[in-house]
């Protein structure tokens, strides 16, 4: 059939001739998650540039919604950089294919995703696994909602529509209209595994978002709204607290979710094929990890890894005896977690020991300033639970040792003052931890 516009495609081929894909010039493409790529990879990068360069950083956006085009110049050439953020799904696609440098996750990589990429790299593996920040999964509503805070499971009721009005939860008779990121969101991914498990499925009249802050932006201005988006996007939304079990209800903050207590905290991730073969790349992801990058972090809303000490607040739950054991100390925004449970520790918490050391050169602290106290899941009995919470803390003590610093005061609080509803991987896995404390603060 002939084109009713003879012209028109000449036209195009001009004007495609005239803006080729800047996917295909960028020197470095970071493709992924929407939550990292919206603000803090373009920031991390940007900063990136100018302490490597010396030269000031210019960013645009592209031809397709969610991309920035950063470019900048060294040494008379230039040097551009894509961050394209549709989605972790669509960073791991396109790190397979090649396309990517960088693959910017919301949410750990699955097991089918290792074994595709199997033959070129273990995504598993430190080299290629890289937490660049904490993020805490909102649950928002409008601002003159009354509730203050629900459980998971009800969570999960309300986002597959076995709760359908606000009334059910002590709320207004209102409607509730739910509001959700889309599927190829980490967010969405997040969400989906801790909330909705195997029990739910999301209702089919919930609204679907690419942008956190559009998600959170429409439920600010609907009274009978819920929505949940990563921590950084809350704007004029209300937090709810998010209880897990028979563990109290926590408000995301700076402590709970760098220790990753709140129940719907998460890591975000960089990942690379192994080492980079760009060098650019591979140096980014080092700055994105080292305490500029992670003040940065702060600076941009999500949580930095970079420690900090808390005055404890203990509420009504916590037991005497944990009380006066840390007499005189202040809690890091540090927990040390394990890979599957065990006492090997996980790729972050190998990063964090080197974190908590110079935590205490900058102080003016040493590790005889240090208690490490170890927890455990609920086990069969308070003997098998005191062991292993013991040895957890052990084995945090002998990786600072080795690394120089000498922890004198290490101990185990068994399967008490729990951050999670017990049994199963996920209990398995947030309830046992470490927890570090510093005196005299």
């Known amino acids: 059939m002939r084109s009713a516009y003879p012209g028109l495609g000449l036209a195009l081929c001009l004007l495609g001739f005239l803006t080729p894909p800047v996917s295909r010039a960028a020197d470095v493409e970071i493709h992924g998650s929407n939550t990292i790529g919206a603000a803090l990879a373009p920031l991390l990068m940007t900063r990136f540039l100018e302490t490597r360069t010396g030269q000031p950083v210019s960013a645009s956006p592209t031809q397709r919604d969610n991309e920035t085009l950063l470019v900048t110049n060294d040494q008379g050439g230039e040097i551009s950089v894509l961050v394209a953020a549709h989605g972790s799904s669509t960073g791991f696609k396109a790190l397979q294919s090649g396309t990517a440098n960088v693959w910017a996750s919301s949410r750990p990589v ?30 928002l509503v409008h601002p ?30 209102r ?77 995301p903050s700076r402590l709970t979710v760098a220790s990753e207590d709140y129940p719907l905290a998460r890591r ?8 980079s073969d760009n060098p650019l ?9 080292s305490q500029a990058g992670q003040a940065l972090v702060a600076e941009s809303g999500f949580i930095s890894q970079n420690p900090i000490a808390f ?8 037991p005497d005896s944990f009380k006066t054991l840390t007499q005189g100390y202040r809690r890091l925004s540090v927990n040390f977690r394990f890979s599957e449970g065990r006492t090997r520790l996980d790729n972050k918490a190998e990063r964090d020991l080197s974190r908590v050391q110079d935590y205490l050169d900058q102080q003016g602290k040493s590790g005889r300033d240090l208690m490490l106290i170890g927890f455990a899941d609920q086990q069969s009995n308070e003997l098998r639970a005191q062991m292993i919470s013991e040895l957890r803390a052990l084995s945090v003590s002998r990786a ?19 951050v999670g509803s017990t049994g199963g991987d996920s209990g398995a896995q947030r309830n046992g931890r470490v927890e570090v404390w510093v005196k005299g603060l």
């Open 311 to 318: 005055k404890p607040d203990y509420d009504a739950a916590v």
């Open 110 to 139: 699955k097991t089918a995703e290792v074994d595709a990429m199997a033959a070129r790299a273990d995504l598993t593996d430190a080299r290629s696994e890289h937490v660049i920040a904490i993020d805490g999964l909102a649950i």
């Open 144 to 173: 003159s909602n009354p509730i203050r805070s629900l459980d998971i499971l009800t969570l999960g009721r309300v986002f597959s529509g076995a709760i359908r009005n606000w009334a059910e939860l002590g709320g207004p008779d």
């Open 268 to 275: 975000l991730f960089m990942y690379t094929a192994g080492v």
């Open 175 to 251: 409607a509730i209209t739910l509001y959700a990121r889309d599927d190829r969101s980490g967010t969405w991914d997040t969400f989906k595994s801790l909330v909705l498990a195997k029990s739910f499925t999301l209702a089919p009249k919930a609204l679907r978002y690419e942008s956190n802050d559009q998600l959170s932006d429409d439920v600010s201005r609907d009274p009978g709204g819920i929505g949940f988006a990563g921590l950084a996007s809350v704007r004029n939304s209300k937090l709810l607290a998010v209880s897990d079990g028979s563990a109290p209800a926590l408000l």
């Open 400 to 418: 600072l040792r080795k690394l120089g610093t000498g922890v004198k005061a290490h101990t185990g609080y068994g399967h008490y003052m729990t």
């Open 281 to 289: 790349a591979g140096d980014f992801i080092e700055f994105a990890q």
